[in-house]
């Protein structure tokens, strides 16, 4: 059983320019989430998706940033003209249905913002 | 709301010593309660997890975390350290499945031969 994929590794960025972060969730699994880390700080919640659904996005900032989780394909982060501070990494997680489903981490993108 | 505190940004251990790492959460409501390693420039790895049935927890690795309520803590042991323990752990709380998890600040490991 394949687990979480996140691709790019890793994204080199000009500021302004556009940054998609693709997530696969482990198979069976119908929760995705997003996690950002900082530089020297810990993993951040951004936003909980179901397919077709935004369930929480209290993470995430209010401008630039957006996420889809279609019924088909894998889902996406999207950062709209970056900024320097938004250089981290991009942790996507999945977890299964259920009361004790944990979080499966992908390996991460690693976006630089130049 | 949620909040977890680890006391030590980083350890220092020997080679067979023991390792513990503190861990304290805040929740109002009943917490399950995470264990995560990451090792450089990869993902988090889950190392054990606590959702309400027995409050001494094994894990994967020789780790094993207790929960009391009483102190609301979640420290996170293994009684000999090995070389590939170095790693960076992260404590975490949430709430049930399909919730958030709310991530400590991370304590890192180092393990001196």
């Known amino acids: 059983n394949a687990g979480v994929m996140q691709n790019p590794r890793h994204l080199v960025r000009r500021r302004g320019q556009e940054a998609r972060l693709r997530c696969s969730p482990m198979k069976g699994h119908s929760h995705v989430y997003w996690y950002r880390q900082l530089p020297e700080e810990g993993l951040k919640f951004m936003v909980y998706?179901?397919?077709?659904?935004?369930?929480?996005e209290s993470g995430m900032p209010k401008e630039r940033f957006s996420a889809e989780f279609p019924k088909e394909g894998p889902s996406i982060l999207r950062i709209q003209q970056v900024v320097r501070g938004d250089s981290a990494a991009y942790f996507c997680?999945?977890?299964?249905?259920?009361?004790?489903?944990?979080?499966?981490f992908g390996p991460g993108t690693r976006l630089t913002v130049t | 709301a949620q909040s977890v505190t680890q006391l030590g940004s980083h350890v220092s251990v020997s080679e067979g010593a023991l390792v513990l790492l503190r861990c304290n959460y805040s929740s109002s409501v009943p917490p399950y309660l995470f264990w995560y390693v990451q090792y450089p420039n990869q993902g988090l790895q889950l190392l054990l997890k606590?959702?309400?049935?027995?409050?001494l927890v094994k894990g994967i690795n020789g780790f094993e975390a207790e929960f009391k309520k009483s102190e609301t803590s979640f420290h996170l042991t293994k009684p000999s350290a090995h070389m590939s323990d170095a790693a960076e752990y992260f404590c975490a709380v949430g709430r049930a499945a399909g919730n958030k998890l709310t991530f400590g600040g991370g304590t890192r490991v180092l393990v001196k031969p």
């Open positions: 998706l179901q397919k077709e659904n935004i369930i929480d």
């Open positions: 997680a999945s977890s299964p249905e259920g009361l004790r489903g944990e979080q499966y």
């Open positions: 606590y959702t309400s049935a027995a409050t």
